[in-house]
C-alpha cells in the first residue's frame, strides 16, 4: 500500500451545491476501510474554502482515482480540479505508510 494525497481545487459557486451533496461525499469516504484496495486515511476541507486534502492508502493510482469519480462532489462538477500524488512521509505518524 502507498499513501496518495488528493487535493480538491472547488469550482467557483459551488457552497449550496456542496452543501446539499456533502452527505453521500462523506458516506463514500466513510465506506472507505479496505486495507487492501483503498482506505481513507484523512480528509478534510482547508479553512478559507477553496478546497480540500485527501490522503488515501490504496494498491495504486488508479484505485485512487476510481474513488474520485465516484465522489459526488466530482461527479457533480463541485471539483474544478483533482490533483492525485503518490506521497511518501518519512517522519512522522504516517511514516509507517512509507516505501
Known sequence: MSLYSVEYVYAPETDEARAEHRAAHRELLGS???????????SGP???????????????????NEVIRRDPFV?????????????????GELSGYAS
Not at 472507505?32 to 484523512?42: G, R, W
Not at 490522503?55 to 493510482?61: D, N, T
Not at 461527479?75 to 517522519?91: F, H, I, M, Q, R
Request: proline content about 4%.
Open 32 to 42: 472507505l476501510s479496505d486495507p487492501e484496495h483503498v482506505k481513507l486515511v484523512a
Open 46 to 64: 482547508y479553512t478559507d474554502g477553496s478546497g480540500a486534502l485527501l490522503v488515501f492508502a490504496a494498491s495504486g493510482e488508479d484505485a485512487v
Open 75 to 91: 461527479s457533480e462538477g463541485l471539483v474544478a480540479n483533482a490533483k492525485v500524488t503518490e506521497w511518501d512521509p518519512v517522519t
